[in-house]
Nanobody, 127 residues
Framework: QVQLVEAGGGSVLPVGSLRLSCVIS????????MAWFRQAPGKGREGVAS????????QYPDSIKGRFTLSKDNAKNILYLQMNSLKPEDTAMYYC????????????????????WGQGTQVTVSS
């Protein structure tokens, strides 16, 4: 059974940085589209970034553009989300997700297409 395990969350001051990681096991990265989502307290879950099986990285939402960077290390089977210049509004539980959807998919696609989810890692940005 495929599992996703996130790590790297924590508490940070505004304008600080964190790097989230997501390990997929077993080693089947090439089969899956991958994405990061987040859910702030009292709000719905929103897509943050995604990369398709062909390694195409979809356009970031304006809320994180220029501050967050998605990358994937196929050799180590790890998906990363580098988060710089963090703001209090970035505070949320961050989730890694995977999908075998054969067509074009992104973090803007219906979340029902993302069928495998990690347990989440908390990011808190506060002074």
């Amino acid at each position: 059974q495929v599992q996703l395990v996130e790590a790297g969350g924590g508490s940070v001051l505004p304008v600080g940085s964190l790097r989230l990681s997501c390990v997929i096991s077993p080693n089947t990265y090439q089969k899956y589209n991958m994405a990061w989502f987040r859910q702030a307290p009292g709000k719905g879950r929103e897509g943050v970034a995604s990369i398709e099986k062909n390694n195409y990285i979809n356009q970031y939402p304006d809320s994180i553009k220029g501050r967050f960077t998605l990358s994937k290390d196929n050799a180590k089977n790890i998906l990363y989300l580098q988060m710089n210049s963090l703001k209090p509004e970035d505070t949320a539980m961050y989730y890694c997700a995977a999908s075998e959807y054969p067509g074009t998919i992104s973090h803007r696609s219906p979340q029902s297409l993302w069928t495998i989810w990690g347990q989440g890692t908390q990011v808190t940005v506060s002074s």
